[in-house]
Antibody, heavy 123, light 107 residues
Framework: EVQLVESGGGLVQPGGSLRLSCAASGFNFSDHYMDWVRQAPGKGLEWVGRIRKKDNSYTTEYAASVKGRFTISRDDSKNSLYLQMNSLKTEDTAVYYC??????????????WGHGTLVTVSS | DIQMTQSPSSVSASVGDRVTITCRASQGINNYLVWFQQKPGKAPKSVIYGASSLQSGVPSKFSGSGSGTDFILTISSLQPEDCATYYCQQYKSYPLTFGGGTKVEIK
């Protein structure tokens, strides 16, 4: 069974840092691009960023709202995805989801999501 | 950035009704569109990808259509378990962007 389990969320002060993890199981993690998506309380979905696989040199993409503050990385040996969040702002408060990307015939879309982890940025 | 606009923002329909949700992209995205279903407190679930392809395990009462800038998600016969918020998302270009969501309720 494909599973994605996020962890590392919590309460952090503005300007602080936090590192989220996403543990993958039930599939060949190294074969997939992986993304982070967030959802502020009561709001819609916002894409955060992507990391490609080794064949694509682990290149990354970010939303403008987090570029320069957030860093996505992965450790294929541990089947794990990470989101390092620095210089956090109150508007970063959200549930953060990791999502598996399927790449097929030019299409790349999310087919599996974790349950999410809540990050609250507040003084 | 490509803006995705969904309508309506909410819809209330009776059990067995046909429900349609529209999604419009601010520029052409071919068929690089996915529809998600999200129930309260749960992670989103992919329903349709490639604008019209049914995700594995999703019942055939869900269907998608469209290409370019205008897309439709149809639920052929609404059931209580379909109550959720539905989002469209384009993956034609970065940044990936979502529509604002459509809340589907039973009347």
């Amino acid at each position: 069974e494909v599973q994605l389990v996020e962890s590392g969320g919590g309460l952090v002060q503005p300007g602080g840092s936090l590192r989220l993890s996403c543990a993958a199981s039930g599939f060949n993690f190294s074969d997939h691009y992986m993304d982070w998506v967030r959802q502020a309380p009561g709001k819609g979905l916002e894409w955060v960023g992507r990391i490609r696989k080794k064949d694509n040199s682990y290149t990354t993409e970010y939303a403008a709202s987090v570029k320069g503050r957030f860093t996505i990385s992965r450790d294929d040996s541990k089947n794990s995805l990470y989101l390092q969040m620095n210089s956090l702002k109150t508007e970063d408060t959200a549930v953060y989801y990791c999502a598996r990307v399927v790449v097929s015939s030019g299409h790349h879309y999310f087919d599996c999501w974790g349950h999410g982890t809540l990050v609250t940025v507040s003084s | 950035d490509i803006q995705m606009t969904q309508s309506p923002s909410s819809v209330s329909a009776s059990v067995g009704d046909r429900v349609t949700i529209t999604c419009r992209a601010s520029q052409g995205i071919n068929n690089y569109l996915v529809w998600f279903q999200q129930k309260p407190g749960k992670a989103p679930k992919s329903v349709i990808y490639g604008a019209s392809s049914l995700q594995s395990g999703v019942p055939s009462k869900f269907s998608g259509s469209g290409s370019g800038t205008d897309f439709i998600l149809t639920i052929s016969s609404l059931q209580p378990e379909d109550c959720a918020t539905y989002y469209c998302q384009q993956y034609k270009s970065y940044p990936l962007t979502f529509g604002g969501g459509t809340k589907v309720e039973i009347k």
